[in-house]
């Protein structure tokens, strides 16, 4: 009898996580992100019902792409791109 033979312990890779963290007040959980020149294009389809049904949002991003500390609002664009890759 093994009582832990199913349970499978695989390593956290998560072990060095680099949490973003605002340099000013130290807030690491609440962010925003704020887009210029934003076009905002949804497709939809009217159903025989006359209810429309969203098709696709082909939304394109003209301007610049900001990132904020949700706390004191300084500006953390240098952390965007990490921010971009931790996204899921
Ligand atoms: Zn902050």
Redesign the pocket.
């Known amino acids: 009898m093994d009582p832990i033979k199913d349970i499978k312990k695989s390593p956290t890779p998560r072990k060095s996580a680099r949490l973003i963290t605002?340099?000013?007040?130290?807030?690491d959980s609440d962010f925003f992100e704020v887009a210029d020149g934003v076009i905002l294009t949804t497709h939809y389809v009217q159903n025989p019902d006359s209810s429309f049904t969203q098709k696709g949002d082909e939304s394109q991003i003209l301007g610049e792409i900001r990132f904020f500390?949700?706390?004191?609002?300084?500006d953390?664009s240098q952390f965007h791109q990490r921010f971009l890759e931790m996204l899921f």
């Open positions: 605002c340099p000013n007040c130290g807030n500390c949700g706390e004191c609002n300084t953390l």
